[in-house]
């Protein structure tokens, strides 16, 4: 990281607009990353205003050519963000942001394409027969901005290099956790808008098939609870694999995930507890919930549980 150089005036107004953006638009992000010291804060915010950007443009009223237009426009500058050659005046505040934090962090922002070619699938309408098929969109979607993140982070001093390496997958399947959870509670919201993300081979098994739209009860005759149920042990296990990532963080990175990705994780639990509360509205937790959630993961306990678990199943392996 470049952290000795410190930003000019055009960057910090830059960096005030994408934190701005990231508090105004995502609380649940802006929850955690308020843990993180201010340089990191700074990148996670213009990271989250570029996605947030592309993700705006997916989900607006504009015809499906002009999204993909502007989409195209936007990989075009990210272009030019990864050859740096966006001035410090630019007029576009994002790019000036995301420019800055990718000379400052070894940020992959390859990341930021993939989530592109994730909103274009959205554009043309995809549809998912298998969890093999939507793990292709969320590593896109989701995946990719826990790589880009981890970018951002770094893992802490000592780590081993095969743990090192395997980092950016935990990442990747902690992006998968959340996205699959953001799938389960926007489900009336998806189906309002014509969209349903769960696999078709899921809903077929549950007899779901006929979707949501519309529907504020369990639609008769299908097993709606079985089939949250089955969403829920999958995304679980993912959190599981995905939490194997925080021991490889500093202490405030690994508090920010763990208070991102915590409060995701008590949204499940919500979900799982109540299936058919998905059906009336989106289910969300209270802040002081949320302020729980970020004072576990400031005292490191998340931490803490998950290098315990791992130490007990080595040596499990060898007993």
């Known amino acids: ?33 308020r843990l993180l010291p201010v340089e990191k804060r700074q990148a996670m915010s213009a990271l989250y205003a570029f996605s947030r950007r592309v993700d ?27 050859g740096e050659e966006i001035a410090e005046d630019d007029t576009d505040p994002v790019a000036v942001a995301l420019s800055d934090a990718a000379r400052r962090f070894p940020i992959p922002l390859g990341g930021l394409d993939e989530l592109i070619d994730g909103v274009l699938m959205d554009v043309r309408g995809a549809s998912y027969e298998t969890w093999g098929d939507l793990k292709v969109y969320c590593r896109c979607v989701a995946g990719a901005i826990g790589r880009l993140s981890l970018g951002v982070f770094g893992t802490v001093d000592g780590v081993g290099e095969r743990e090192a390496g395997r ?17 389960l509670r926007d489900i009336r919201e998806d189906a309002e808008g014509g969209r349903t993300y769960l696999p078709a081979d899921d809903l077929a098994k549950f007899g779901c098939s006929a979707g949501f739209r519309g529907v504020e009860h369990p639609p008769e005759g299908a097993d709606f609870n079985g089939l949250v149920h089955y969403e829920v042990r999958r995304a679980q296990a993912l959190f599981a694999s995905g939490f194997r990532l925080l021991p490889l963080l500093d202490r405030r990175s690994g508090a920010c ?17 109540e299936p058919a509360a998905v059906l009336r509205g989106r289910v969300s937790l209270p802040g002081r919930e949320k302020a729980y959630v970020a004072v576990r993961g400031l005292s490191g306990l998340d931490a803490r549980h998950v290098s315990r678990h791992l130490s007990r199943q080595a040596a499990r392996g060898r007993a």
């Open 167 to 183: 980092a950016a997958e935990y990442a990747d399947t902690l992006g998968l956790a959340l996205q699959l959870t953001n799938i």
């Open 56 to 82: 705006d443009i997916g989900d607006g009223a504009l015809p499906a050519d002009t999204k993909r237009e502007r989409l195209e426009e936007t990989r075009a500058l990210l272009a030019r963000i990864h």
């Open 1 to 33: 990281m470049d952290g000795s150089v410190p930003a000019s005036a055009p960057v910090l107004a830059a960096y005030r607009y994408c934190e701005a953006v990231t508090g105004q638009q995502a609380r649940n992000f802006a929850y955690g990353i």
């Open 257 to 273: 995930v763990a208070a991102m990705a915590g409060i995701y994780r008590r949204l499940l639990d919500r979900i799982a507890a």
